[in-house]
């Protein structure tokens, strides 16, 4: 069967072009690889049937006939092991990309979204600007590490693989809600604008959003 990603039919405004699904869509674009996308409308994600799929009803879900899967680091690395788009075929590359995708998701990730979700709290309190620069010097830890590793750099190896999918699209995240953080980075701001131009992910962006203008349009 044609591989499948289950996403939503419909987020709000602010998520749309940033649901995890995008990072399955894009994976599934580099590897030249057909797919069919199974829309999650409303109430859905709490049926019993998506929930055997997806236990948390969230997105992205994967399947193809062999297969199902959940989690957009998890599925983007299954990917990878079956497409030399995605990673080296050699066992030191591939460990390579998957520890690249697993910082990405641990060591990036929550800290970015630690540092953007409290953003609008407790504007103009000392209380809330103390905390918001405790997470903002948080997420420095981990962007100047990156910083430098990127510095004269494309990519976080020697060419594009799934691990630049994985850390790009975190990183994404606080260039359009991180209130500037990235702005004092100037080879991460460049590394995302590189990977953010790749016609792979201009496909799968244009995918994800499309059922959304549809549905603003009914």
Same mark, same amino acid.
């Given at each position: 069967? &044609?591989?499948q =990603?289950a996403?939503? %039919?419909? *987020? $709000?405004?602010?998520?749309q072009?940033f =649901?995890r699904?995008?990072r *399955?869509?894009?994976?599934l674009e580099e590897a030249? %690889?057909? /797919?069919? &996308?199974v829309?999650?409308k409303g109430?859905e994600?709490d049926? =019993?049937a998506y929930?055997?799929w %997806?236990?948390?009803?969230q997105?992205?879900?994967f399947?193809?006939g062999?297969?199902?899967?959940?989690?957009?680091?998890?599925? *983007?690395?299954?990917?990878?092991?079956q497409?030399?788009?995605?990673?080296p075929r050699?066992a030191?590359g591939?460990a390579r990309v998957?520890t690249?995708v697993?910082?990405?998701?641990n060591?990036?990730?929550?800290?970015?979204w630690?540092f953007?979700?409290?953003?609008g709290?407790?504007a103009g309190e +000392?209380?809330?600007?103390?905390?918001?620069?405790?997470l903002?010097?948080?997420?420095?830890r981990?962007?100047a590490?990156l910083e %430098?590793?990127?510095s004269?750099?494309? /990519?976080?190896e020697?060419?594009? &693989?799934?691990?630049?999918i994985?850390m790009? &699209?975190?990183?994404r995240e606080l260039?359009?809600?991180g209130?500037?953080a990235l +702005?004092?980075?100037?080879?991460l701001t460049a590394y995302?604008?590189?990977c953010t131009?790749?016609?792979a992910?201009?496909? +799968?962006l244009?995918a994800q959003?499309? $059922?959304?203008?549809?549905?603003?349009a009914?």
């Amino acid at each position: 069967m &044609t591989s499948q =990603v289950a996403a939503f %039919q419909w *987020v $709000p405004d602010f998520a749309q072009g940033f =649901v995890r699904d995008l990072r *399955v869509r894009w994976a599934l674009e580099e590897a030249g %690889q057909p /797919y069919e &996308t199974v829309l999650i409308k409303g109430e859905e994600k709490d049926a =019993v049937a998506y929930r055997a799929w %997806q236990p948390f009803g969230q997105v992205p879900a994967f399947r193809d006939g062999n297969i199902e899967m959940f989690e957009s680091g998890a599925i *983007v690395l299954h990917l990878a092991e079956q497409s030399e788009a995605l990673s080296p075929r050699d066992a030191a590359g591939r460990a390579r990309v998957m520890t690249w995708v697993i910082a990405a998701l641990n060591s990036v990730e929550p800290y970015s979204w630690n540092f953007i979700h409290f953003n609008g709290e407790g504007a103009g309190e +000392a209380w809330a600007e103390k905390r918001r620069a405790e997470l903002e010097a948080a997420l420095d830890r981990r962007l100047a590490p990156l910083e %430098q590793r990127l510095s004269g750099r494309d /990519y976080l190896e020697d060419r594009f &693989t799934a691990g630049d999918i994985i850390m790009s &699209t975190a990183l994404r995240e606080l260039m359009s809600f991180g209130r500037g953080a990235l +702005a004092r980075y100037p080879a991460l701001t460049a590394y995302v604008e590189r990977c953010t131009a790749r016609p792979a992910f201009i496909r +799968a962006l244009e995918a994800q959003m499309k $059922p959304f203008r549809e549905s603003a349009a009914a």
